[in-house]
């Protein structure tokens, strides 16, 4: 059975850190490039980081660059976001995607122009809640 599971979610203290997964099965991880992306409510989905297929490159959202740090094993066919300095305002579902390119490697406006990537397989999100 095709899937990604994310996992690692839960409730932590401003300051503090936590460790998303992103387990694939069915399909090899490195065959493609992972995103992840959350969603608080009322807000529109943000994407948030993403690893290359091609050369393992990483992209950050302004947001997160300097806390957020993704990773790949590919022996373990799994992706990693840790999370550092955790602040309220990063309290949202998080979710990975297993796409054709990382959108976040272009600003909004390129894809004015260009073909948006491809998301071929989504997991079912995790729940990430920052409060004291």
């Known amino acids: 059975q095709v899937q990604l599971v994310e996992s690692g979610g839960g409730l932590v203290q401003p300051g503090g850190s936590l460790r998303l997964s992103c387990a694939a099965s069915?399909?090899?991880?490195?065959?493609?490039?992972i995103d992840w992306f959350r969603q608080a409510p009322g807000k529109e989905r943000e994407g948030v980081s993403c690893?290359?297929?091609?050369?393992?490159?990483?992209y950050y959202a302004n947001s997160v660059k300097g806390r957020f740090t993704i990773s790949r094993d590919n022996a373990k066919n799994t992706v990693y976001l840790q999370m550092n300095s955790l602040n309220p305002e990063d309290t949202a579902e998080y979710y990975c995607?297993?796409?054709?390119?990382?959108?976040?490697?272009?600003?909004?406006?390129?894809?004015?122009?260009?073909?948006?990537?491809?998301?071929?397989?989504w997991g079912q999100g995790t729940q990430v809640t920052v409060s004291s």
């Open positions: 069915g399909f090899t991880l490195d065959n493609y490039a």
């Open positions: 690893v290359s297929s091609s050369d393992g490159s990483t």
């Open positions: 995607a297993a796409s054709s390119e990382c959108s976040l490697r272009y600003s909004a406006s390129y894809y004015y122009t260009h073909p948006t990537p491809a998301y071929f397989y």
